[in-house]
């Protein structure tokens, strides 16, 4: 999927946003015009007359659907306000330790951390449904900040690793495309529709077990009513499940494409899906019914023959990742044995292991590959991320794993290179724990061995572990960070990228998830912040030339047609507060709008025809901020 199919798939999950509005709303309409109808005829039944249209009646039904719905929607979104995490408890998941000793939990998290280090996304909370022995999982969560993957038992115990890896990759797909935040709110509406039944249930249990003495009147007449919204509640299962079928089925389609690209193993995904068709993937949790379009597969039994389904037929899904599975599955005694008969498609047929080659992207100008690679990590990249991990000393890989040793090693990539300036930053720590600063110093010897492009990663690598400290814990890191990195009354643009993902990615108690705005800015209407990060970006290459600086903004003010009228801002005007500003605003602006933005930083870093550390790690950093994530940067041909 390139670059513009990333931005355009984001403008495609906000406008099926708009589409799940007007699906909710002729939902409420309909189950609304039932209820009043089941009013109208209880109340004929028991005050007698004949039936008519009462607006009263009509009024006071609409405000209480409006109510009890719209209610259960806040509910269920509030309760899952935190992010996936949250989502993967609901159905029943437990927590992967930083540092399984179950050799499947380790292959899991070894593969998301992988997908998530090639791809530019801090490592998400990785849960296992062990109750579940259907192959199925998910991906939840609000934006890739609060992202969570979930996978089964079953999931870890029937696949190997090349298909394992790549329905890691399919549910990667859903955390870059704007997908899990689609999915979550469809959990909120589609609990606010089903509660009517519920709420019928409740009145028919609690009335319908009184003496048969009260049921006369008005309670007759509620436990009457009750049933009626049970049986209007099971319209709004069949509401529901349209608007999940509408959501869903192209994005699966989607992201099984994506999953090849990521892997360049067709074989791996199409093995899990042809191992589904064989087995089940349904889940036994009884929330499964209003989390089924979140899901890898289909976790509920097919209603009406699938019309409804939120998922596409298995067999059709492996015939697009393996074309002439159909044919194959024709000769063959099991969906398994077909995908393993059908040949690679043409440009696969080289695959050895788990991961080919990757053909080479066309050389040419370096934006235009950083761009193209937005939401698109390759198997090179996937390579690479591996090759990384392995080139770790184990020591640091240790330290990523465990919240105590992972506090000390962020703080460590801070400290300077210069001896003096780096006792000065050590004596800025808010903690005289001995111990501590020990480990903070053997970590910087540690750091200072490894190789410039792979401390951004080990921050990203470090996340899930920083995110398991107490909240006062978390605290103290985020103080001594930004107090470490001011020390100088400068901010790297390194720093700045540590510090801002840091931040982003470590949230307090009680600090919500950002989630993206349901009305994005025009770029237009943020010209004035795009110059300060233009202007930011021009200066860190520079390194003080002015003239350079104005050539490298001029360069990103061409690509993104700002304002003739403007020129590269004063260092003054480029400071810490001002681009924290400025970058929190930009990330209001619409998916292409994101695209054009970053074309233009990119242009402006490149200027000087190369892209070096601190303007890879600066737009790597800007790129996680607006949730666009810049696959592991490798070398880049010139400008």
Known sequence: ????????????????????????ALAVIGITGC??????????????????????ILLAVTAGTLAIIGGAMLFKTAQLRSGGGKV?????????????QDPQERMLRNLVEEMAIASGV???????????????AFAAGWSPADAAVAVTRGCLQQLNRDELQGVIAHEFSHVFHGDMRLNIRLMGVLFGIVCIATIGRILVRVLGRSRSSDKKGGAAAIVIFGIGLIVIGYLGVLFARIIQAAVSRQREYLADASAVQYTRNPRGIGMALAKIGGLTSRLQTPHAEEASHMMFADGVSRFLGGAFATHPPVQQRVERVLPGFSAQLATSPSMLEAAAATPLPPGFAALTGNVATAAPKPRGIATKCLIASIGDPQADHVEAARELLHSLPMDLAAATHEPARAKALITAIVLDRDPARREAQLRLLTTTDAPFVHEVRACFQAVARVDRRARLPLVELAMPALRALPTGERTTLRTNLRALALADGELSPFEFALLRTVERHVRLDGEPPRRPSSRPAALIDRANEAAVVLSTLARAGAHGDEARAASAFARGHTALALPSTMTVLPSERCRITALEAAVEALAEVSPLGKRNLLTACAEAAADDGVLDADEQDLLRALAILWDCPVPLVRALPAA
């Open 1 to 24: 999927m390139s670059g513009m199919d990333f931005f355009g798939h984001q403008d495609s999950a906000r406008r099926a946003s708009s589409r799940l509005v007007w699906l909710f």
């Open 88 to 100: 993967a408890q609901m159905l029943g998941g437990t927590e992967v330790p930083l540092d399984p």
């Open 122 to 136: 801090p490592v998400p909370e990785i849960y296992v449904l062990d109750g579940e022995e259907g192959i199925n």
């Open 35 to 56: 209820i009043y109808v089941v009013a109208q005829l209880v109340f004929v039944a028991t005050e007698g007359g004949s039936f008519r249209f009462d607006l009263n």
